[in-house]
Structure formats: structure tokens, C-alpha cells
């Protein structure tokens, strides 16, 4: 078992390995950390063309792991890390196919470097292996720095009212309980700027939010009573008039992480993302773990 951390400088930068680190030191197992690099063409070229080809992805294995020794000799905790170029055509067939050969628990990738700073912005490689990853998938917000002697302070996963998502939930608590820290179930509901015509009046909308919380509310205590969570669980409700203010509406605290359901799709378990989800993870303030859906 280990943690495998996609890295390639200047994609994603360091904020992959800083939650690679975090999760590896949570978790107590070694970190993988793999550059994929472009692989050589199998017909040999009569002007040294693949030569060339090889030496460059040579080159960029080399400069990435050395600038992740770099970052990483900075560390004050202990994890044991391995350094790996690996070849391939697709950055995200390569991932799952180590992956698959360390017995992943999860794959680890940072934010583009095109978005928010501190949220989570999901590059051409991240929404390839949202919907492919056999394992949980954890992304990093832009620039994310961490304090990874913390570890995981707390897991938040996001709940809706379904029988899939209590699921997720039971999941998510066995994670918490992995990691050695405290559960908290929240739910997330934003108040739709055009749900209704004017002639609804006002605070139609007020109204029917009102409604939602409460209904919300109930699903949370059924997860009790039902023996999915122990009372002690901590359960919010945030709510706001866009998903970055729901999202801000409840307090989050250094070293926490916010883990996501995925939708069923097929007879293969991958992680695939409703509109929903995908809304949460680019809102998200903190590091997101993504759970693929169990066939």
C-alpha cells in the first residue's frame, strides 16, 4: 500500500506533494512520487529522432525529481519516498497503471495553475481521472501549502439525503477512523438567484431554502438513528446564494479535508462526477478526496 503523488513541475507545482506528504504521514505509508514522461516511438527513426526524444524525457524525469527532493528535504516528518519516471502516451492511462501496481490507496494530484488561489482547479489531467480513477483521488487547492507533522485533522463529507450518499458516508467514517481524527457530516444548499419569478414574492426563495434545511436536518439524524454515525458525529448545514459562499459558511480548520461521493455509473468501480460534486470540489476551501463508486 502506498500513496502515489502525479507530479511534474510547473503543473500542478508543489502543492501535490505537500498533500501526498500530509496524507502518507496520516496514513503511515511510503509516498511514490511519479513523473510521467513522454514515451519513445517503437519504430527507430533514421534521423535520431527518438534518441533525441529519449534523451529529453530523460531530462524532464530528472529535473522533477530533482526539485521534489528539493521541496521535500525541507520536511520535519519521516515518510518513506520513492522517485519514479514513468513512460506513456496519456498522463492519466500511466497513473492508474501505477496505481494499479502499488496498490494505490489513493492517487494524489494538484490544482492548475490557472484559477483561485487556495481553491481547487481541476486541470485537463485531474478531470481525466475524476471520471477513470479506480482509487480515491485527492486534489489539492492552488498553491496549497500544508503543515504535515498535523497530518489530517478532521474529514468533512458531504451528504445529501440519498441512499448512495449514506453509503458514502459509512465510507468516509471507516477513512476518518484510518486516519485517526474526527468525522463531520455536512450538507450544502445554495440559494438559487432565478429559482423563482417575481411573482412568487421575494422570499419565495427564503422560504423553500427554510424547508430544505430542515428536511436536511432530518436525513443527518436518520444517519444516527440508523447506526451509519455515532451521536458525537459533528453535523452542519451550510447554505449561502453561490456555492463559494455555501461553502464558506462553515468554519474549516488547518490540516482538514473534504471527501466526495461519486456517482454509479456502469458495472466498473471509477470515480464519476454529477454536476453537483463537481460544483463542491471547485468551491472546495481545503484539499478534496474523491471516493470512486463500488461496483
Do not use: N
Not at 46 to 60: C, K, L, N
Not at 145 to 155: L, Q
Not at 234 to 260: H, K, N, Y
Amino acid at each position: 500500500m502506498s500513496v502515489v503523488v502525479g507530479y511534474t513541475p510547473g503543473k500542478g507545482g508543489r502543492g501535490s506533494l505537500d498533500l501526498g506528504l500530509q496524507l502518507a504521514h496520516a496514513l503511515d505509508e511510503p509516498m511514490a512520487v511519479v513523473t510521467v514522461v513522454p514515451r519513445q516511438w517503437s519504430t527507430p527513426s533514421m534521423a535520431r529522432i527518438d534518441a533525441e526524444y529519449g534523451a529529453y524525457a530523460r531530462q524532464v524525469a530528472e529535473e522533477a525529481e530533482r526539485q521534489a527532493r528539493e521541496y521535500l528535504t525541507e520536511t520535519t516528518v519521516t515518510v518513506d519516498v520513492t522517485y519514479r519516471a514513468v513512460p506513456g502516451r496519456s498522463i492519466p492511462g500511466a497513473l492508474v497503471d501505477v496505481v494499479a501496481e502499488l496498490d494505490a490507496t489513493v492517487l494524489v494530484l494538484g490544482s492548475s495553475a490557472d484559477g483561485q488561489v487556495g481553491r481547487v482547479v481541476v486541470g485537463s489531467t485531474a478531470d481525466k481521472l475524476l471520471h477513470a480513477s479506480p482509487v480515491p483521488l485527492a486534489i489539492s487547492p492552488r498553491d496549497f501549502r500544508s503543515v504535515a507533522s498535523e497530518g489530517v485533522t478532521k474529514v468533512t463529507c458531504a451528504f445529501s439525503d440519498s441512499h448512495a450518499s449514506v453509503a458514502v458516508v459509512g465510507r468516509v467514517h471507516a477513512l476518518a477512523e484510518q486516519f485517526g481524527v474526527p468525522l463531520r457530516v455536512a450538507s450544502f444548499g445554495v440559494r438559487g438567484a432565478t429559482m423563482y419569478p417575481p411573482l412568487g414574492g421575494i422570499t419565495a426563495e427564503d422560504s423553500v431554502l427554510d424547508s430544505w434545511v430542515s428536511e436536511a436536518e432530518a436525513a443527518q439524524r436518520r444517519l444516527v438513528a440508523d447506526g451509519v454515525i455515532p451521536e458525537s458525529v459533528e453535523r452542519v448545514i451550510g447554505t449561502g446564494p453561490s456555492w463559494g459562499d455555501t461553502l464558506a459558511s462553515i468554519p474549516w480548520q488547518s490540516g482538514e479535508v473534504l471527501a466526495i461521493g461519486s456517482s454509479s455509473m456502469g458495472p466498473l468501480a471509477r470515480v464519476f462526477l454529477g454536476a453537483r460534486a463537481t460544483k463542491l470540489i471547485r468551491h472546495a476551501p481545503v484539499p478534496v478526496i474523491v471516493l470512486p463508486h463500488e461496483a
